[in-house]
């Protein structure tokens, strides 16, 4: 009668914590945007460590070609619309 309770005991005790409140889930990951856009800066065409030509951000929003495509100078960029457009 005694092995009898205690396997109840036990059986009731397993059921039991399968019954037990969860963690609560965890909040979502807030990015935040960098404060200077990611294009801005000096890009380079390398191809087997030969420069064909540089494209050159401005933080104000000029853009200038030097080494190929001098034919687009001067160009304008705005990162605000390129970053919308997506």
Known sequence: MRWNRLAAAVLI???GVGCTPKAP???????????????????ENTVRGVSHGRAIFKANG????????????????DWTRCATAW
């Open 25 to 43: 889930p965890r909040p979502p990951v807030v990015v935040v945007p960098p404060e200077v856009p990611p294009v801005q800066g000096v890009w």
């Open 62 to 77: 000029d853009l200038t070609f030097e080494g190929g495509m001098e034919f687009y100078n001067p160009g304008r960029w």
């Open 13 to 15: 005790s397993l059921i």
